[in-house]
């Protein structure tokens, strides 16, 4: 490799992203707020079980440099609608915590036995051991991704008291994803530290590399296909005024290709109706689309390699950024649905809790996120990837002259009216920076910049009392003025 190239970031596997801004004042606010909220207020904000986004806000616009004012702000219109944190149910142990579970009243019970739990054992060893436990995975998935979202948040910003508020969210939802995502291990008493786990899955690999090398030596193995890949399709919904380059791209991902596919299977017709109400829960419901979806899952293929969990997050974050991006605009319109949205701002999640998780936890993790994904997509009427229309888009916000057009939406994004506006930001922020400059990456380089653009212009400003589209933007209905 040449001695001659940059290497921003210098590890990135553990980037956050963090502006310049935050100052005495804003740090001794910061906690005050957030320990404000952790102890005023309830994790649902209503009885349908909205959840709570103020730390989420806050914590975005922090890391951005916002100044005491916004943050005020901020946390004053969150705080206007929340509920008051509610009295606890029953004191919960690891012997009874079971019975509980789905319970949205007795968030207090399990906000105190995590917190309980994080004092004994530390924040990392609480969230392995309990989001890898039982069901809790799916129940951290689910919930359109919220829990996980607010663990990401609290070992970005090492802020065990979140920990605890985003693993007693995981123990009150339901576990309607458990179709799709296994049940793990029961609850571990002991962990097997991180660094051995490392170190043996290393050592498994390695020895079955040298396995595999001498067998086709040998020619005792079959030789695979190109690329080691399945033949790819030659009917590519994205293909229309694509570059070779960026066709290989898409072409190069799995996800995207699974999402392609998806999009043409005819059994999913008819599967989920425009007037259903709820959109997942429908398909949830359909236990022949569900299993047709856990066969499209499964060629998703998540080793314990360390490599091959870096290349998975990658396929994942970037399938996500166009899924929720690139079906959400069309020659004359641009629309953003609110599910897809949350795959972004969770694969963000998911890219902070990969360092501080064994690989076996962390194959779970991508695999559990990868099958929720495309359930969602399905949910929303399997809308078109629309790439090159993406990778075109621009808005009257950014000077043309810009230097930097970050440097616009991240000032835009600091004072955006509604809380996701500021996640997407900040996840294609993070997006562009360990994956826009790759080589082998590059037909993307403009999708970060324009999608977090887009978002700001077009989440900015309501429509029919609402900033997103919640109807699911794959139907035509959705679409008709």
Known sequence: MSSFIPKTPLNPRKYSFLLPGITPRTFAQAEHLIEKNHAEHDIFFNTSGFHNHLIHHYLAAYSMGADTKRLQEIYDDHASYQRKLPPSVADLTRENYKSELSNRAAYTSYLKLFQKEIEQHGMIDTIRRWVFSDDMLSRTIGGAYHPLIHIGYAVEFNLPSVAAEGLAMAACTEPNLSSLIPNQSSLQEILVPVQASTMASSARHSVSQVTHDLALKLGLSPKPLSNGKEPQSTHSLTATNMTPGLKEALNNNNVVELVEEIHRDPDFDGVIKFTDQNKIRAFLANEKAVEKLKIYASRWHVTDDDNDLQAKLKELYTACMLTYGATGIRKDEVQLDFFLMHALT??????????????????????????????????????????????????????????????????????????????????????????GHDGRNEPFEKAWVRLADMTLKVAGEQRDGSYWNHKGIGFDEAWNK
């Open 346 to 435: 969770s694969i963000h999640a998911v890219h902070l809790l990969i360092p501080i998780l064994s690989p076996n936890e962390s194959a779970a993790l991508l695999r559990g996120h990868a099958a929720a994904t495309l359930a969602y997509y399905i949910s929303r009427g399997r809308p078109s990837l629309q790439v090159d229309l993406l990778l075109d888009y621009e808005s009257s916000e950014i000077p043309k002259d810009a230097a930097n057009p970050w440097l616009n939406i991240c000032q835009r994004a600091i004072n955006a009216p509604e809380a996701h506006i500021i996640k997407v930001v900040r996840a294609c922020a993070v997006g562009q920076i360990i994956y």
